[in-house]
DNA sequence: TCTGGGGTCCTAGGACCC
DNA sequence: TCTGGGGTCCTAGGACCC
């Protein structure tokens, strides 16, 4: 198999943007954000600082850690320019995140030469253009790629030659495996496999009842260079919510309701701006303790109006609550819609088509709530998101992250 | 200053149907 | 009538990713 895909990684970020923007920081010890850690420069990192790090661990770590507020436009500005830089060569680019994306340049070797030569243009291009160091890693397939492309860091280019990769996996560890989180890797460890030769080694059969069918079978699949994922240039979301950490809130109805009222428009507008809706609400309460319940509701038609999926979500956290009485602090709520659907007029239809027991009292009004909420985010395509809402939600102005950070957060919905 | 925010996928049990 | 098997959907929880 020739090796043609490309994973293209931007080093430290945001932490690399900051550095860029302001001199003053280049090779110091920075991180992007300050109660949570949202990115280490390779300074702050050698002293054992990483992303979702608690500021105060970081800074136990590492005294004269610089932090910086976030840029939070430069970062979109530059993520989406270095991946512009790898559409100039194919259109075959899957986006990951931010500042990540999967290329295959098989279509284009005769305009640009060979996939390494490609990478490594691609490479010179974004450090002379953006002045920003990405890592790439170029083999046959998407994980054999990733891997190489961590291998690479930082600001490097690893080739998996075809013929070469089972030499090229063998020591390396199976945490540098897509899947292989803290969970997984203690468990291998245990049956005393640490290496990702060790695990393509391991008859499938052990790791499916060591890990469940699928994950099993995955991890056999990918620790033997079985790979045929291709690359996806268009998804549709399956789902779109939002979340608030709370601190230590008490869990009564004047904390309660504001707050989903509020992670509700935030959902329900993103939802609406691609004129899709989903059928199924999921909240998330999280208690002092950092437990966390989940309770969900299927409905027959997708819905898109705030104030209905707010007192669906309100009423699934009453239920949460009420099952586990003794907990009288919360420290995060979320809400989630999924099974979404892009029928946009559906929830006109809504109040005949529900049986009794999802005939809510708000569904009858489901079509001028849609209404009223359309006319409101086209106000606020015009003047701004805080221009207008709902007062409830204007009064929950207490962030902790801004609003900027979580947009950058925010995967496209699609469509 | 006791740990952010937005996602995907899988599992297991129960309800329900054939 | 009893027992068994298979499939789909929903719910709650978890692991993992960026």
Not at 88 to 94: I, L, R
Not at 282 to 300: G, P, Y
């Amino acid at each position: 198999m020739p090796a043609t895909i490309l994973h293209a990684d931007l080093d430290a970020f945001y932490a690399s943007v900051e550095q860029l923007l302001n001199p003053d920081l280049r090779g110091k010890p920075i991180a992007v954000g300050g109660g949570v850690v949202l990115a280490a420069s390779y300074e702050a990192k050698a002293f054992g600082v990483h992303g979702g790090m608690s500021g105060r661990k970081a800074r136990e770590l590492c005294p004269q850690l610089i932090f910086t507020g976030g840029n939070f436009a430069e970062y979109q500005r530059l993520g989406d320019a270095a991946i512009a830089v790898l559409h100039d060569y194919t259109p075959a680019v899957e986006r990951i995140s931010i500042d990540e994306a999967f290329a295959d340049v098989a279509g284009c070797t005769h305009l640009f030469g060979s996939p390494e030569t490609i990478a490594a243009t691609i490479r010179r291009r974004v450090r002379d253009e953006l002045g920003l160091p990405i890592s790439v890693g170029v083999a046959g397939t998407k994980h054999l790629a990733k891997i190489a492309s961590q291998v690479a860091k930082p600001d490097g280019l690893v080739h998996v030659a075809p013929g070469t990769e089972m030499d090229f996996l063998r020591d390396l560890p199976v945490g540098l495996m897509w899947g292989v989180g803290p969970v997984t890797e203690r468990k291998l460890k245990e049956e005393g496999i640490e290496t990702i030769g060790q695990l393509a080694a391991t008859p499938g059969r052990s790791l499916r009842g060591l890990l469940g069918d699928a994950a099993g079978d995955k991890l056999a699949d990918l620790a033997s260079n079985r790979d045929s994922r291709k690359i996806v240039t268009h998804k549709r979301a399956r789902s779109a919510g939002a979340q608030s950490a709370l601190g230590h809130k008490p869990a009564t109805q004047a904390t309660i309701k504001p707050t989903l009222r509020h992670l509700a428009d935030r959902v329900t507008s993103r939802l609406r701006a691609k004129a899709l809706a989903g059928r199924t609400i999921t909240i998330r309460v999280r208690f002092a303790d950092m437990r966390a319940v989940t309770r969900s509701m299927t409905l027959d038609a997708p819905i898109s109006a705030t104030v209905m999926v707010a007192e669906i979500a309100e009423e699934l956290v009453r239920a949460a609550l009420a099952d586990h009485p003794r907990e009288r602090f919360i420290s995060l709520l979320a809400v989630s819609v999924s099974h979404i659907d892009d029928q946009p007029h559906i929830q006109l239809e809504l109040p005949l088509g529900l049986p009794d027991e999802k005939r809510r009292p708000g569904a009858r009004q489901g079509a001028a709530r849609w209404s009223a909420d359309r006319a409101m985010d086209k106000a606020r395509d015009r003047f701004g998101r805080d221009s207008i809402g709902y007062a409830v939600t204007q009064l929950e102005k207490r962030k902790s992250v801004p609003d900027a950070f979580r947009e950058l957060a925010e995967k496209d919905l699609g469509r």
